[in-house]
């Protein structure tokens, strides 16, 4: 018939529109499309008609885990029920001790397949050797095991830092002859034992060392003879080696460095002189050393700096004391491009002027992996000591709040977070070698676990409704046309939040498009 023609491109019969394509002919009549909006056609394979969208598309039906209100945000648990968002108050835990003396210096480290935090410090009842100890969160306190030395040698500043291929920890600090010393530590529960030890000859000041990639690149970076250098840390069994060491810039203070998980790069941080923040990003090929060009990220005499690589943002965060601007805390957010980096605008984050030994080890800055949030430990010249927690947004830093945590006589301080139970631990000198578990305010809410809204009352075990991606729920006080967020107590909001999570958009003022 008129309706079929042959198309020279495939090279077979197919159905056309007659003249002015308006309807097709030759072919069995469709129905009336008249009062049917929304509806879809379909057939039974002898005759076409029009149906609705099936009530449950958009609609999943999940055990709850809790008691969901009626249009309560929900989230999906690890074992397929749900739940509506939970937020655990904040709270600061004692401080408790792991020994009667210790110098600065203290470095601290995560173990994840231990579940244990690891300490290094010089001990100053036995004339400041290096010693190490475990130590986990019980609940709202710390619990130490047994410290033990693991070097007869003068120490001074120290880090420690987990070596992903081989599940040891590396720890990282100068002796008396300012020579630069490697040493394996073995963790098992409460214990922690020495392994072999790699001594790097010449003037050895403030040493660094990193973990990167799941295959344990580390590097370790110092200042050298008033050179920078950083070095690639291999581990073999229970031996240790430095190797590949390059220079990349000028003497420096105050040196930091973190791992980009994003780029595979490291970024190392330091004071330069008596004044300047600058920053460098450095790749490792095996044991190869490859340097970015250093960047200035403040022009301004400044002291203990800090960095830590926010994994939900993929950017890095550094913290200084800002000694020309009446010894204030500030903080700035970077961002790394192949093996260039760039900076937003530096931040004021403390409340009172900052005090503190010139060594990287007098702040603790902590990244929370699951929320994103960022924790900065410092302290004030009266020794008191803070908690300020923010999170990154875009090229800035966003404050949350400020907490007031303990007190003591104060010369250092660090810290690292316990994933397990979602705590940051501080660890320094209070008179003697001390530490406490902080509890940010925590949310169920992660960046991945938003699923939808519960659609009805339903208690714990029941079979709940959720409404899921492209259902529209009832909400109110909506803004039609709007994108909402979740944030991190449930509700929703136009305004972004930490974690990120992207609720939906308003069609009405009464109705929300799931992640539409």
């Not at 991190?488 to 109705?511: D, E, F, I, R």
Request: glycine letters at 12%; a neutral charge.
């Amino acid at each position: 018939g008129s309706n079929v023609v042959v198309d020279s491109d495939i090279g077979t019969t197919v159905l056309a529109p007659n003249g002015d394509g308006s309807s097709l002919t030759g072919i069995s009549s469709l129905p009336s499309q008249t009062s049917q909006t929304g509806k879809f056609l379909t057939t039974d394979g002898s005759a076409a008609s029009w149906d609705s969208i099936p009530e449950g598309s958009g609609t999943s039906t999940l055990t709850a885990s809790g008691t969901l209100p009626n249009g309560a945000v929900v989230t999906l648990n690890a074992n397929g029920t749900v739940s509506p968002v939970v937020v655990t108050a904040e709270s600061v835990g004692g401080l408790v001790t792991w020994t009667n003396n210790t110098n600065g210096g203290i470095g601290v480290g995560w173990h994840p397949t231990q579940q244990r935090f690891v300490i290094t410090y010089p001990n100053g009842s036995a004339s400041n050797w290096a010693y190490a100890v475990v130590g986990r969160v019980s609940g709202s306190s710390l619990v130490f095991g047994t410290p033990v030395s693991i070097n007869s040698t003068y120490i001074g500043l120290s880090e420690v830092a987990y070596h992903a291929a081989s599940g040891k920890m590396v720890a990282h600090f100068g002796d008396s002859n300012s020579n630069g010393r490697f040493t394996i530590l073995t963790v098992n529960n409460m214990t922690v034992t020495k392994g072999g030890t790699n001594t790097m000859s010449g003037s050895i000041t403030y040493p660094t060392i990193t973990a990167g990639g799941s295959q344990g690149t580390m590097l370790s970076t110092h200042n050298y003879n008033n050179t920078m250098i950083a070095a690639a840390i291999t581990v073999s069994g229970n031996s240790v080696s430095a190797q590949g060491g390059a220079s990349y810039a000028y003497s420096g203070y105050n040196l930091s460095t973190c791992y980009d998980t994003v780029n595979q790069k490291f970024v190392n941080c330091w004071r330069e002189g008596s004044s300047n923040g600058k920053a460098i990003v450095l790749g490792v090929s095996g044991t190869t050393i490859s340097a970015g060009t250093e960047v200035q990220f403040i022009a301004s005499n400044i002291s203990n700096t800090k960095i830590e690589y926010d994994t939900i943002s993929g950017k890095v965060v550094i913290v200084y004391r800002d000694v020309a601007q009446s010894n204030m805390g500030y903080v700035i957010v970077g961002s790394v491009v192949g093996s260039a980096i760039t900076f937003g605008p530096a931040k004021e984050f403390s409340t009172a002027a900052m005090s503190g030994q010139a060594d990287q080890n007098t702040l603790g800055l902590t990244s929370n992996p699951i929320t994103g949030t960022i924790s900065i430990s410092w302290t004030n010249n009266s020794q008191q000591i803070y908690i300020t927690t923010g999170y990154v947004s875009g090229d800035s830093f966003t404050i949350l709040g400020t907490t007031t945590a303990n007190t003591g006589s104060y010369s250092s301080l660090n810290s690292t977070f316990d994933t397990v139970n979602k705590k940051v631990v501080v660890v320094g000198r209070f008179s003697s070698g001390k530490g406490f578990a902080y509890n940010p305010v925590a949310t169920s809410l992660t960046s991945t676990n938003y699923i939808g809204v519960s659609d009805g009352s339903f208690s714990n075990g029941q079979a709940a409704s959720i409404k899921t991606i492209g259902a529209e729920v009832t909400q109110s006080g909506l803004v039609a046309g709007s994108i909402y967020y979740v944030q991190n107590n449930g509700s929703l909001s136009t305004s972004k939040s930490t974690p990120l999570v992207y609720a939906g958009m308003a069609l009405s003022t009464t109705k929300l498009l799931i992640k539409g």
